[in-house]
């Protein structure tokens, strides 16, 4: 016959097919068999499937591919594409890139992004304004709100300037 024991005065122990656990329900109490518990649960597998979700201690937490942050998802795509942001209409939330607790780059509801340390880039960069503290211009640059010369030996401005002060 067994003895009366505290839960925390048991030896722990690995189930195997010939274990049984009590299950209470409140009204009455039951004997369940190890296999019958495995056989609906992930007892002895390595990983688990949740068709609807995962929650611990409380928190949910993302599963397979997809995810959601507050309630609403952050990452979705299709064959094609791999959406990250807010994926839902009306979702402008801020995407925040961190190291060691820091934002390092923050794209805001609207769309523009912040980087506060460098930015390296090997290919061109192209596009309607450019801002930062130096570059290679091709067409046009302004500085303070004023146009300075670029490709100055191809700029009118420059001939006319040579012709009156230099000759």
Do not use: C, W
Not at 62 to 75: F, H, L, R
Not at 141 to 147: Q, Y
């Amino acid at each position: 016959m067994a003895e009366n024991k505290k839960i925390t005065e048991l030896d722990p122990s690995i189930p195997l097919d010939g274990f049984a656990f009590v299950a209470a329900t409140g009204v009455d109490n039951f004997r369940v068999s190890y296999s019958d518990i495995a056989e609906y649960s992930s007892i002895g597998v390595k990983s688990g499937s949740f068709t609807e979700f995962l929650t611990i201690s409380g928190v949910p937490v993302s599963t397979g591919a997809g995810g959601t942050v507050g309630g609403k998802e952050v990452v979705g795509g299709d064959s094609e594409n791999i959406d990250f942001g807010g994926t839902e209409p009306g979702d402008v939330r801020n995407i925040n890139f961190q190291q060691g607790g820091e934002n390092v780059m923050v794209i805001d509801g609207s769309g523009d992004v912040s980087i506060q340390n460098d930015l390296y880039v090997s290919g061109g960069i192209s596009g309607d304004v450019i801002s930062g503290k130096t570059g290679v211009f091709t067409e046009s640059l302004t500085i303070s709100g004023n146009s300075v010369l670029t490709g100055v030996s191809h700029d009118p401005a420059f001939e006319e300037l040579e012709v009156k002060y230099l000759l």
